[in-house]
């Protein structure tokens, strides 16, 4: 399980805005974490937070910078699909820890 204090985690999240700002991309204003996706919406992975003991695994499973991903059913857990063939179930602070730009 993905778990950090809120501190850190507001901290990775505005660290994740800063970055985005810094690139000109303009997607800093689209910037949320997954859990806070509604069912089927879409959107692209930006960044995952990577203090947690899960990070490298939920890599494993494409949980990339980039990949598209889409929300089958939001809570906790919730089940996404990544790149349009992998299913995958999250928990909520799994889904907390993983920053997307709404597509």
Do not use: Y
């Amino acid at each position: 399980m993905l778990h950090f204090e809120t501190e850190s985690k507001d901290q990775f999240w505005r660290e994740s805005a800063d970055r985005s700002s810094d690139a000109g991309d303009g997607s800093a204003m689209n910037l949320m974490p997954l859990a806070a996706l509604g069912r089927n919406e879409e959107a692209v992975i930006h960044c995952l937070d990577d203090s947690g003991p899960l990070h490298s695994r939920l890599r494993e499973l494409g949980l990339l910078p980039g990949a598209r991903v889409r929300m089958v059913l939001n809570g906790s857990p919730c089940i996404l699909l990544v790149g349009g063939t992998t299913r995958l179930c999250l928990r909520g602070d799994e889904a907390d820890a993983i920053l997307v730009v709404l597509r």
